[in-house]
């Protein structure tokens, strides 16, 4: 089991699944809403994952019409987002997470569109858009 909670500490979560793989997205869309050079997030089932505590405290932003990013209403720590159309995986915002974990299938997506100030230094995949 996985737990992760926000800054706050209002919410937590519980996850009875696994990491598989970490995405490291640099759009504009992930670093505006994270507010770094970057994101680490990983597809989990939705089926698997829970609120335990502060389900109240959740609020979500639509900056596309199809997706859903869903943080806490009172400290604003990002928990996941959500697409419409694939509503049995959520992309989970690893900075939540309070357990340690490991994955070793990691890469970089989006670095097209990375900070100009950022750079990316590590020996990860890279793919200037998705990865497909």
């Known amino acids: 089991m996985i737990k992760g909670s926000c800054l706050c500490g209002g919410i937590h979560y519980e996850y009875y699944g696994e990491i598989k793989e970490i995405s490291i997205c640099h759009c504009s869309q992930c670093r505006k809403a994270q507010g770094s050079a970057f994101v680490a997030i990983c597809p989990i089932e939705s089926a698997k994952f829970w609120i335990i505590e502060g389900a109240n405290l959740l609020k979500e932003f639509r900056g596309s019409p199809h997706k859903?990013?869903?943080?806490?209403?009172?400290?604003?720590?990002?928990?996941?987002?959500?697409?419409?159309?694939?509503?049995?995986?959520?992309?989970?915002?690893?900075?939540?997470?309070?357990?340690?974990?490991?994955?070793?299938?990691?890469?970089?997506?989006?670095?097209?569109?990375?900070?100009?100030?950022?750079?990316?230094?590590?020996?990860?995949?890279?793919?200037?858009?998705?990865?497909?």
Do not use: M
């Open 68 to 132: 859903a990013r869903v943080f806490c209403s009172n400290c604003g720590s990002p928990f996941y987002s959500i697409r419409d159309d694939l509503p049995e995986v959520k992309r989970l915002r690893l900075g939540t997470i309070d357990t340690p974990i490991q994955c070793t299938n990691k890469y970089h997506v989006h670095a097209a569109s990375k900070a100009s100030w950022d750079e990316i230094t590590d020996q990860l995949p890279i793919y200037t858009e998705g990865k497909v």
